[in-house]
């Protein structure tokens, strides 16, 4: 059933699986969806959010994602199980993403299913949200796991979620999450580093929520936030001038007021969430 009741982004969730139905020996509650993956891809990855509720033991009951080619078997891409028994569970909203570009060019089944095994006891039930199958993936943990501590003091990351609050990051060995944590290896930063510019020498620039397609015009003359982009870059590159100069400069000459009155710093609503680029760090920092 489509649900409000839980949900990752937007109202809605899917919700399978046994919660407002009585328990079904051997019951697997189901939904499908059929996609063609395109043909010249390369890294296609299928991502989702869950958030699993259970009553039942590993071995009993689970929340599982299969694969099935077209006229082919399924293949268990993703398991997850019930706590020991007696126990009770209940895990916060999960994303999982699973690597999908060994079907480029088929259309392939993907499969989502709540089971109950072996008998009436015990419920499970799982929330479903933002289903989405995109190529050129690239993620923070192996971000992490290539960059080197203390070599990138200067991130950049014009797209979606970059930068949202909750998910600046963390380090925990080599394992990195979150994009600022994974690029500069600290996530002691300025949450402001414009109007706040921490001295770290320090800087991550990123967007929360939706970022602005490069199109899309600035609103002086035909200026795309492209060209604000890149005269960002000829003016800190170039002309020597601070993270936050460049920023203001590019910002008057490209979108028609300094960077503190645009919408993109002070954000603007995008489908109910409040977008806008966030500097992280450092803003008086100059690049070498
Ligand atoms: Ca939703
Ligand atoms: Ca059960």
Not at 46 to 65: G, I, M, N, Q, R
Not at 79 to 84: A, E, T
Not at 227 to 232: G, H, K, L, N, R
Request: aromatic share 20%; net charge negative; hydrophobic share 35%.
């Amino acid at each position: 059933m489509v649900t409000s009741e839980n949900h990752n982004w937007g109202s809605y969730s899917m919700l399978l699986g046994f919660k407002y139905h009585d328990n079904v020996a051997n019951g697997r509650d189901y939904a499908y969806q059929l996609i063609t993956v395109p043909s010249g891809l390369t890294t296609v990855k299928l991502s989702f959010w869950y958030h699993l509720f259970t009553e039942d033991s590993v071995a009993y009951d689970w929340f599982a994602v299969y694969v099935a080619p077209v006229g082919g078997d399924p293949v268990l891409k993703f398991k997850k199980g019930g706590v020991d028994y007696p126990g009770w569970e209940v895990y916060g909203w999960k994303q999982e993403a699973i690597d999908i570009s060994s079907y480029v060019g088929q259309s392939i089944y993907i499969y989502f299913e709540v089971a109950n095994m072996y008998d009436t006891l015990f419920k499970t039930w799982c929330y479903l949200d933002d289903v989405t199958a995109t190529d050129n993936w690239i993620f923070d943990s192996e971000i992490g796991l290539r960059t080197v501590n203390g070599r990138h003091d200067f991130v950049f990351l014009w797209s979606c979620g970059t930068a949202n609050e909750a998910q600046i990051g963390g380090i925990s060995g080599t394992h990195t999450w979150g994009m600022a944590a994974s690029w500069l290896k600290r996530t002691a930063l300025s949450l402001d580093g414009y109007a706040n510019p921490d001295g770290s020498r320090h800087c991550f620039i990123g967007w929360q929520y939706y970022s602005k397609p490069f199109t899309e015009p600035t609103g002086k003359y035909s200026f795309t936030y492209r060209t604000f982009a890149t005269m960002f870059y000829y003016y800190a590159l170039v002309k020597g001038y601070t993270i936050n100069q460049a920023l203001d400069k590019a910002s008057i000459n490209y979108i028609g007021a300094p960077f503190n009155e645009t919408q993109i710093y002070n954000g603007y609503d995008y489908n109910g969430f409040l977008s806008k680029i966030r500097v992280w760090g450092d803003g008086s920092m100059t690049l070498p």
